[in-house]
């Protein structure tokens, strides 16, 4: 009686158990890696970067290139990623995305009714990067071989995190962000872009781009993108997306050439670490934002006649990054003030810290950014001066040579 009793509890635990019903096979799928947006005639241009197996699996190069990238026109992404069933003998599988590249002409007309399927679609992850590609269609940009990373939405992935890291003009967003910063008022989204980095002559998309020395062409990421709620309306340079990212908070380290006020002659500094608080305040009605930074930089290379070892002689260079990080951030609220677009979200800091007179402007926000008050308080602080003491030029100097 309890040898059945037994039984009968594992057949009803059976009936529980799914098995393998929804089982897909690694050969019956083509696992994407980066997905490409266009808009031309008013019409999406998908483009899936796939992955080739067999060439990523070998441990030696064979004659095969690594991914393949299919393109196909459709009303919807999802539409388009069934519709490749047409032309692809397996079926599309979008959960290792990397990379998100939004045609230029599509962010133009706005982005927001493509990204709800980035949100929505259950088998996306959503640790993806988003960028914009510059001067080319999107399919262009996946359609490049990269001559050191086998993958291209890899290379792209690995760049961003990298330059982020050690270069202040780029910085990575995802998908959240994104839509949080479209959402939010006060604030509107800057994205990273990319584009085509051409030496010599070669051809990307094909296999030779990746056997040549110094004729090929790579990917290369470009300062931000700026947007007015969801349209792309213009970019910034490369000081100006360095100026975004030291207001907020987001350089981790960057270097930067600086004039010593001599001619022909700059000192290069490394920023190892950077703090930034911007706080507001209302002066006769208008607002004030007052900017604090605190940069610990060393210096990494001089052709100055400034002594380094001299601590007085230190605060110049010192000095002179601080003239050289004003003007950077002179620049980037020059740049707000021109696009009337808050993509510093100072909107956002006055609805926090002054909430009532928020209110009563939030609707003319945008003609307010066309001046704008700030004040500065900056401090360098110079920690090391590297491996040697005296510039060889300056030692040079000093012996009356």
């Known amino acids: ?103 230029e002409g599509l962010a133009v007309n706005g982005i927001s009714h493509i990204l709800d399927f980035f949100t929505r679609y259950n088998e996306l992850r959503p640790d993806f ?38 270069w202040a003009p780029t910085r990575g967003v995802q998908i959240d962000e994104l839509i949080n910063t479209i959402l939010s008022e006060g604030m509107e989204p800057v994205l990273t872009g990319i584009t ?26 470009t300062p931000f993108s700026v947007f007015r709620q969801d349209r792309l309306i213009g970019w910034l340079t490369e000081q100006e997306s360095k100026g975004v990212n030291y207001l907020n908070a987001d350089v981790i380290s960057t270097v930067g050439p600086i004039d010593c006020q001599e001619e022909n002659r700059n000192f290069t500094t490394e920023v190892t670490s950077a703090k930034a608080d911007v706080i507001s305040k209302i002066v006769s009605g208008k607002p004030v934002f007052l900017v604090n930074i605190t940069l610990a930089a060393e210096l990494k290379e001089t052709s100055c006649q400034i002594d380094p070892t001299n601590k007085e002689s230190l605060k110049k260079y010192e000095q002179l990054m601080i003239k050289e990080l004003r003007h950077t951030l002179g620049q980037t609220f020059a740049a707000v003030e021109h696009y009337q677009t808050d993509f510093l979200g100072l909107g956002n800091l006055l609805k926090r810290q002054q909430p009532s007179y928020w209110e009563e402007n939030k609707q003319n926000w945008q003609e307010q950014l066309s001046k704008l008050s700030v004040e500065y308080q900056l401090d360098v602080t110079i920690k090391r001066i590297g491996t040697t003491t005296k510039p060889y030029q300056f030692e040079k100097i000093e012996n009356g040579n």
């Not at 999107?138 to 330059?163: D, F, G, H, Q, R």
């Open 1 to 103: 009686m309890r040898v059945a009793r037994g039984t009968l509890v594992y057949l009803c635990l059976l009936c529980l158990l799914s098995g393998c019903w929804s089982k897909t096979e690694l050969n019956e799928i083509g696992i994407v890696t980066a997905i490409g947006i266009d808009l031309i005639d008013d019409e999406y241009i998908i483009s899936v970067q796939i992955l080739n197996p067999s060439e990523i699996a070998q441990i030696a190069s064979s004659n095969q290139i690594p991914v393949y990238v299919y393109s196909i026109k459709a009303n919807s992404i999802l539409e388009a990623i069934k519709k490749m069933s047409t032309i692809v003998s397996r079926e599309i599988y979008i959960a290792h995305t990397r990379m998100v590249i939004i045609g």
């Open 196 to 221: 085509l980095y051409k030496s010599g002559e070669s051809e990307g998309d094909s296999e030779s781009n990746v056997k040549n020395v110094n004729q090929y062409e790579d990917l290369q990421l």
């Open 129 to 166: 990067y988003l960028v914009i590609a510059k001067d080319y269609r999107a399919e262009e940009i996946m359609s490049v071989l990269t001559p050191l990373e086998k993958i291209p939405a890899n290379k792209m992935y690995t760049s961003m995190i990298l330059s982020e890291r050690i």
